[in-house]
């Protein structure tokens, strides 16, 4: 089973633009974030898939290998698709380039729900992690998932999920992490399938392949990390790169 890992990287964004190539204890943040990638040797190759030149020449000048997108795309499923329809592989892992504290145990727990999956019955595989914490529960920047008794997802949204109409039953919450894996077949059918009104409205990509009965099997970890979404998120990931 040939697996690698693709890192979709736009330069725009909209509640930070730039974002990526922010200074992060002297390197930037897509750089960092490569470097943890092809550090957890899981990958046979490690790419940036990018629409931008300051992006691509960021990578290959520091010897990594990156990708130029041939044409606009509106979710990073789009652009990794793209990019990967003439590679070789099985499983793609989309790693998020907002992520420089990726780390391999994380990774090795989504790869292994493939290599568990004799049947070829899962499509995606994905990380969740839970939260505690009120304001983040209620934060519409942090995605929060549902999930079945088996660990399927359910719903992804950017509301509270459940909502606590009765607090005294226990419920938890999780934190979506944005580590996506994909069988090829699956992430190529992305591509072909409409965006509907659900995804539209959250403006959570994922939701499409719920939308279109796939199946995505969410994996739970401990490791919280920092995803770079704000100016002060980059200040958080400064101090604890420290």
């Known amino acids: ?129 839970e939260i505690e914490d009120l304001e983040e529960i209620n934060n519409p920047n942090t995605v929060k998932v549902i999930v079945d008794q088996q660990n399927f997802a359910l719903y992804f949204s950017r509301s509270p999920i459940p909502f606590p109409r009765d607090k005294n039953v226990g419920a938890r919450y999780f934190k979506h992490k944005g580590v996506y894996a994909f069988r090829k077949q699956a992430l190529l059918d992305f591509t072909v399938l409409p965006m509907q009104f659900l995804e539209a409205s959250e403006k959570i990509e994922c939701i499409r392949y719920l939308e279109y009965g796939k199946r995505i099997k969410m994996v739970e970890t401990k490791i919280q990390g920092v995803e770079i979404d704000t100016p002060e998120d980059l200040e958080k990931a400064k101090r604890l790169w420290k």
């Open 1 to 129: 089973m040939k697996i690698i890992s693709m890192i979709p990287a736009r330069y725009s964004a909209s509640r930070f633009p730039g974002k990526l190539m922010q200074n992060l204890a002297g390197k930037s943040v897509i750089l960092r974030t490569y470097e943890a990638t092809v550090a957890t040797q899981l990958f046979s190759e490690v790419y940036v898939v990018t629409d931008s030149d300051i992006i691509f020449n960021e990578i290959v000048n520091n010897g990594g290998k990156a990708i130029m997108s041939l044409k606009e795309h509106e979710s990073g499923s789009d652009r990794i698709a793209e990019a990967v329809a003439n590679i070789d592989c099985d499983i793609v892992i989309n790693v998020q380039g907002d992520e420089p504290f990726t780390e391999g145990e994380s990774l090795a727990k989504v790869i292994d729900v493939f290599k568990d999956d004799k049947d070829k019955e899962i499509d995606l595989a994905s990380l969740m992690v």
